[in-house]
């Protein structure tokens, strides 16, 4: 009994210290409620007219407020630009608007929080709880109406209705399950390809950038320089473009061939041009904040690292993949082509990932 | 006719005839040699250069190298051009104060003629972006829509969507272009500096730069309908500021409520 609270520091020991502490019989009886105290509105007629003004008076004011709202919307014009402290420079209609809307709401919560205070009852009402179960003859009486009905409908008795019914019953949840199926169909290899999937050897795509809408050329892409590209034939106008470009994404970087530490991926480029995929293998977020010196590029949505003169390889962050890397050479004209798709799937990790 | 043919074997006539011809070549050399404007520019670009040695030896050859070849504190200018001179000298980054993750904007302390020299002199060092004309940056001129589309498609990522900046790896970050001048705009795009990739004119043609440079000072001049930005950072500030300062008045209202009790005797 070593662990129970020793008998001495109990209440009922200290007297004989010389402390003497009161302690009821029952400890644990119900104090009951306080008394009722009244407020000064439930007994001076005057204090409850002037809470009763008081509240009208907030009332008034949220419908002048509301009523100010209609009218700025007619007043203001929408790009009259004030300079109001301490908002600095603000569209007055914008302000107008917020503060006559936000007055008028506050308004109304305001005088209804006064009126319970102030006017409506206060006195403190006590409900004893009863048992939830019903008498015992009113459950008599539902179990033989119970017992009757069943017996009048013949459940038990027409095998027959029975059965059907609780097939009919069975079956109708199916339709929901079939239902289900929009959820497929399964994607199958669609996530390990994207629209560069298309290139071959004998029929490359170009690059084409997203600023010029014009094929990128070898010599365009300078040492230090960023460039977004997309394939030829992917166009804004074009129906699907935003689900395309969200696989098809890719940034142009050149390197020093000789700063380029992991050598594959310095010959999946061409003279110092990598293209790598634009979208982190993280959660999928669009990545190019590059820095040219370190070559580093940054996925603003949870800070994954990736060095692109070392295979794109993560060097912090939660990401767990490279970016994926498109092969790249030029065509007797110059312009930088790709003859197939990205080295991995793009994108964030999925179940069957090789 | 007669006197001269008697006189073509005298000792001196080969004198004369050479006379002649240096005469001849002479003159039609003034006549035709490219007009004498160039001649004056050359010679006033040359002592450009010979001033921005000077400046150059005082102000940046300790890091880059005197021949401007580079060396362990500073990269080699060979090739940057004159707008990155007048880029990092212009806005205060060079001469740089410390080493560090990245060199900071600060007080420009060149005036602009001596920042020209020093351009001319780098400049000399290999070919490599040339300044842009007032022309080139005239954001009157630009497309500022335009110049929004290109902007977010290529600038925001760093720079955040309305030119605030933001932050990078290991201490460098992208710096807010609100008190950028458009020339200075214009040459970082040119030059790319310090880990800002560059975006040279085959990959963003001047027109489309020009765009750029309208939209920012655009987005940084225009006051915001919207009253106070909170940094234009978005969701994060503005969420915070209304779960702190909107939250924060509603608790404010409610513990003043239950403070004042509407009882006739006040306990």
Same mark, same amino acid.
Not at chain 1, 220 to 247: H, M, N, R, W, Y
Not at chain 2, 17 to 40: E, I, K, R, S
């Given at each position: 009994?070593?662990?129970?609270?020793?008998?001495?520091?109990?209440?009922?020991?200290?007297?004989?210290?010389?402390?003497?502490?009161?302690?009821?019989?029952?400890?644990?009886?119900?104090?009951?409620?306080?008394?009722?105290?009244?407020?000064?509105?439930?007994?001076?007629?005057?204090?409850?007219?002037?809470?009763?003004?008081?509240?009208?008076?907030?009332?008034?004011?949220?419908?002048?407020?509301?009523?100010?709202?209609?009218?700025?919307?007619?007043?203001?014009?929408?790009?009259?630009?004030?300079?109001?402290?301490? *908002?600095?420079?603000?569209?007055? /209609?914008?302000? +107008?608007?917020?503060?006559?809307?936000?007055?008028?709401? *506050? &308004?109304?919560?305001?005088?209804?929080?006064?009126?319970?205070?102030?006017?409506?009852?206060?006195?403190?009402?006590?409900?004893?709880?009863?048992?939830?179960?019903?008498?015992?003859?009113?459950?008599?009486?539902?179990?033989?109406? *119970?017992?009757? $009905?069943?017996?009048?409908?013949?459940?038990?008795?027409?095998?027959?209705?029975?059965?059907?019914?609780?097939?009919?019953?069975?079956?109708?949840?199916?339709?929901?399950?079939?239902?289900?199926?929009?959820?497929?169909?399964?994607?199958?290899?669609?996530?390990?390809?994207?629209?560069?999937?298309?290139?071959?050897?004998?029929?490359?795509?170009?690059?084409?950038?997203?600023?010029?809408?014009?094929?990128?050329?070898?010599?365009?892409?300078?040492?230090?320089?960023?460039?977004?590209?997309?394939?030829?034939?992917?166009?804004? +106008?074009?129906?699907?473009?935003?689900?395309?470009?969200?696989?098809?994404? %890719?940034?142009?970087?050149?390197?020093? !061939?000789?700063?380029?530490?992991?050598?594959?991926?310095?010959?999946?480029?061409?003279?110092?041009? =990598?293209? *790598?995929?634009?979208?982190?293998?993280?959660?999928?977020?669009?990545?190019?904040? #590059?820095?040219?010196?370190?070559?580093? %590029?940054?996925?603003? &949505?949870?800070?994954?690292?990736?060095?692109?003169?070392?295979?794109?390889?993560?060097?912090?962050?939660?990401?767990?993949?490279?970016? !994926?890397?498109?092969?790249?050479?030029?065509?007797?004209?110059?312009?930088?082509?790709?003859?197939?798709?990205?080295?991995?799937?793009?994108?964030?990790?999925?179940?069957?990932?090789? | 006719?007669?006197?001269?043919?008697?006189?073509?074997?005298?000792?001196? +006539?080969?004198?004369?005839?050479?006379?002649?011809?240096?005469?001849?070549?002479?003159?039609?050399?003034?006549?035709?040699? !490219?007009?004498?404007?160039?001649?004056?520019?050359?010679?006033?670009?040359? =002592? +450009?250069?010979?001033?921005?040695?000077?400046?150059?030896? %005082?102000?940046?050859?300790? &890091?880059?190298?005197?021949?401007?070849?580079?060396?362990?504190?500073? !990269?080699?200018?060979?090739?940057?051009?004159?707008?990155?001179?007048?880029?990092?000298?212009?806005?205060?980054?060079?001469?740089?104060?410390?080493?560090?993750?990245?060199?900071?904007?600060?007080?420009?302390? #060149?005036?602009?003629?001596?920042?020209?020299?020093?351009?001319? #002199?780098?400049?000399?060092?290999?070919? $490599?972006?040339?300044?842009?004309?007032?022309?080139?940056?005239?954001?009157?001129?630009?497309?500022?829509?335009?110049?929004?589309?290109?902007?977010?498609?290529?600038?925001?990522? &760093?720079?955040?969507?309305?030119?605030?900046?933001?932050?990078?790896?290991?201490? @460098?970050?992208?710096?807010?272009?609100?008190?950028?001048?458009?020339?200075?705009?214009?040459?970082?795009?040119?030059?790319?500096?310090?880990?800002?990739?560059?975006?040279?004119?085959?990959?963003?043609?001047? @027109?489309?730069?020009?765009?750029?440079?309208?939209?920012?000072?655009?987005?940084?001049?225009?006051?915001?309908?919207?009253?106070?930005?909170?940094?234009? /950072?978005?969701? %994060?500030?503005?969420?915070?500021?209304?779960?702190?300062?909107?939250?924060?008045?509603?608790?404010?209202?409610?513990?003043?409520?239950?403070?004042?009790?509407?009882?006739?005797? @006040?306990?």
């Amino acid at each position: 009994m070593s662990h129970d609270m020793s008998e001495e520091k109990l209440p009922e020991h200290r007297g004989s210290e010389g402390h003497e502490v009161a302690v009821h019989d029952d400890p644990f009886a119900d104090p009951g409620l306080p008394p009722h105290e009244v407020r000064r509105t439930d007994i001076d007629e005057r204090a409850a007219r002037r809470a009763e003004r008081q509240v009208a008076l907030l009332f008034t004011v949220s419908m002048l407020a509301t009523i100010g709202f209609i009218a700025s919307y007619v007043v203001f014009p929408i790009d009259q630009i004030v300079f109001i402290w301490p *908002f600095g420079h603000v569209s007055s /209609l914008n302000f +107008a608007l917020g503060t006559t809307l936000g007055a008028a709401l *506050f &308004c109304i919560g305001a005088g209804a929080v006064h009126w319970a205070r102030t006017l409506m009852s206060d006195v403190e009402v006590a409900d004893e709880r009863h048992p939830i179960e019903a008498p015992e003859d009113v459950r008599a009486k539902v179990i033989s109406d *119970f017992k009757a $009905g069943a017996e009048e409908s013949g459940f038990g008795r027409r095998k027959l209705l029975r059965n059907t019914l609780i097939g009919s019953m069975a079956l109708v949840p199916l339709s929901g399950v079939v239902l289900l199926r929009d959820l497929g169909p399964l994607p199958g290899k669609k996530l390990e390809h994207t629209g560069w999937d298309a290139a071959t050897p004998a029929k490359p795509i170009k690059l084409v950038s997203m600023n010029t809408d014009e094929p990128l050329k070898a010599e365009d892409v300078t040492v230090g320089s960023l460039v977004f590209a997309k394939p030829q034939g992917l166009s804004e +106008a074009s129906e699907g473009f935003q689900q395309a470009i969200a696989k098809d994404a %890719v940034m142009l970087v050149r390197i020093a !061939p000789e700063d380029i530490k992991d050598r594959p991926s310095r010959e999946m480029g061409f003279d110092g041009i =990598l293209a *790598f995929s634009k979208i982190c293998t993280h959660v999928g977020c669009p990545i190019s904040l #590059y820095e040219q010196q370190t070559h580093h %590029v940054l996925c603003p &949505c949870h800070q994954s690292t990736f060095d692109l003169s070392d295979g794109a390889r993560v060097i912090f962050g939660p990401a767990g993949h490279p970016l !994926p890397q498109l092969k790249i050479k030029t065509d007797a004209d110059g312009n930088l082509i790709a003859t197939g798709d990205f080295n991995a799937p793009v994108g964030p990790s999925y179940w069957e990932r090789a | 006719m007669k006197k001269l043919s008697a006189r073509r074997r005298h000792p001196l +006539a080969a004198l004369v005839v050479l006379l002649f011809a240096l005469a001849a070549t002479g003159g039609l050399y003034a006549a035709f040699a !490219p007009a004498g404007t160039a001649q004056a520019d050359s010679s006033s670009q040359s =002592l +450009a250069i010979e001033e921005g040695k000077k400046l150059y030896a %005082v102000g940046c050859s300790s &890091c880059h190298g005197l021949n401007g070849q580079g060396g362990t504190d500073g !990269p080699s200018l060979v090739g940057v051009g004159s707008a990155a001179v007048d880029f990092q000298v212009g806005t205060g980054r060079m001469p740089a104060q410390q080493p560090g993750a990245q060199v900071p904007a600060k007080k420009n302390i #060149y005036s602009q003629a001596q920042i020209d020299q020093l351009a001319a #002199y780098v400049a000399s060092f290999g070919p $490599g972006p040339v300044a842009p004309t007032k022309d080139q940056y005239d954001t009157a001129k630009g497309d500022v829509s335009a110049g929004g589309e290109l902007f977010r498609t290529n600038c925001a990522q &760093c720079h955040n969507f309305a030119g605030k900046g933001g932050a990078l790896t290991h201490g @460098k970050y992208a710096p807010a272009l609100d008190n950028t001048s458009p020339k200075h705009i214009y040459e970082a795009m040119q030059t790319g500096p310090q880990n800002m990739p560059a975006f040279p004119d085959s990959v963003m043609p001047e @027109k489309q730069k020009r765009d750029i440079v309208a939209f920012v000072r655009h987005t940084a001049e225009a006051p915001s309908p919207g009253g106070m930005d909170l940094g234009s /950072l978005g969701p %994060v500030t503005e969420g915070l500021f209304g779960w702190i300062f909107g939250l924060g008045a509603l608790i404010a209202v409610a513990i003043w409520v239950a403070a004042h009790t509407s009882k006739a005797k @006040k306990s």
